[in-house]
């Protein structure tokens, strides 16, 4: 019945659920999601199908099709609880997920049965039959989904809950995903180099709209904290602990607030109890590890630091980024704050092994490799001496034209480096050669040609600094 087989899968694409959102799982850590996902099942007061359905494609792509199902019977029992009357509305994503699980578990009748139920819901629903019609809560729903799938997500999921806001301006829930991922854009694109746009408008429109979600109101005080406006920002996170004070996802956003603000102790309160509510959660260990390194760091400044406290910090420090680097191994900047521990507590053979890793992995973005490059070159440049290598991994970073906040440290590194090296009376022709290559990457053309020349006056036989140079004059 292969006819039948490929007919029914036509009629499943047609279908709006995770299973047609594209939603890989190579770019996502399943079993985090999973935690994740159970996690806010656990914590959140309102009972959200959305988390079921959700599960289920998790379950799903980790192969425990009989556990996808049951987590939709859970979200359909929230439906018919919460929502009696609007039982086919708040279904549709939950019968398509049903549909496609039957087909992978090569029950096409039942597959069919749910295919029908959709199509015909959508019949009743609006003028077009075909199954593809939009709701805005489906949008939504699509949307939220996106979200926990990672950066690269993102942008769709903007256009998802824009979608559902065309229809319910005023909704609630569509406004606080809404604003939600503009703040997660901002903060990404800032990560990478880019100017940010205009999140705080929208956070304090969902936290009007919508007063008891505590992980916006936290977001928003982040952003104003961001902004300067420190003050206006601690009185939304006072408001957000008041209120929720047991909810892990508000906390995280406090104690990373009084980090920044500088209070590391409240910091790190917060986090421990927020880590005893979610043991497992590798946001709040990264968080505890970034506290310690910032406590280490300030111990280190003092003229005679008392050693035990710098040895049980750095120790503290590096558990704790263990622990995330253990758990997520996509999770990079775990990895490189690892690395960077290990080096600042002497144990280089053991840094170098985690570098190294990462230089070997082929999937990293053009933004996480800059970062590498520029934490590998600290590395060299720093622990192990090696003023060349360092400067031969900053320059590798300057090749990613990819605009971002790693690349601009990869230039202010090699800079001051080669300054430095200037300084102490090391201006030789490999001196000029390298500051071209620097200039050069930079786009600094007419800058790169005087470094090439005075290379070349230094090293007339040089044939690198010849092409390099004839090329440059080419492009002028």
Known sequence: STIYKDSLKTSLLQLQCHFTWTLLKQDVDLDALEETIVDHIKFFREPNFSFYNLLSYVCHLKNSNEEALRNLQEAEEIVRKHHPDEITRRSLVTWGNYAWIYYHMERYEEAQTYISKVESSCE??????????????????QGWALLSFGGKYFERAKNCFENALKDEPNNPDFNAGYATVLYRLEDFAFRCGDDTSPSIEALKRAVELKPEDTCVMALLALKLQDLKRVDEGERYIEEAMQKTPDLPYCLRYAAKFYRRKGELRKAVNILEKALALIPNSGFLHHQLGICYRIKVFQLKKKINPPQDQVERSIELAISHFKFVAD??????????????????????????????????????????????????????????????????????????????????????????????????????????????????????????????????????????????????????
Do not use: W
Request: glycine share 6%; aromatic share 10%; with cysteine.
């Open 124 to 141: 009743k629903l609006s003028s077009n039959a075909d199954g593809k019609m939009q709701l805005p809560e489906v949008y939504a729903e």
């Open 327 to 476: 758990k997520k191994p996509k999770f990079i900047t775990a990895h490189t704050d690892l690395a960077n521990m290990y080096a600042v507590d002497k144990r280089y053979e053991e840094a170098e092994k985690i570098f190294q890793e990462l230089l070997q992995r082929n999937n990293l973005t053009c933004c996480e490799k800059q970062e590498l490059y520029f934490h590998y070159g600290n590395f060299q440049r720093y622990h192990m001496n090696s003023e060349l290598k360092a400067i031969e991994y900053y320059i590798e970073g300057l090749k990613i034209k990819k605009d971002s906040f790693g690349r601009s440290q990869c230039r202010k590194a090699v800079q001051s480096l080669l300054r430095q090296k200037f300084e102490r009376g090391s201006g030789d022709a490999t001196y000029f050669g390298t500051l071209g290559l620097v200039h050069k990457l930079n786009g600094e053309k007419q800058t790169a040609v005087e470094c090439y020349e005075k290379a070349i006056a230094l090293d007339h036989n040089n044939e690198e600094y010849r092409n390099a140079l004839c090329e440059l004059q080419l492009s002028i």
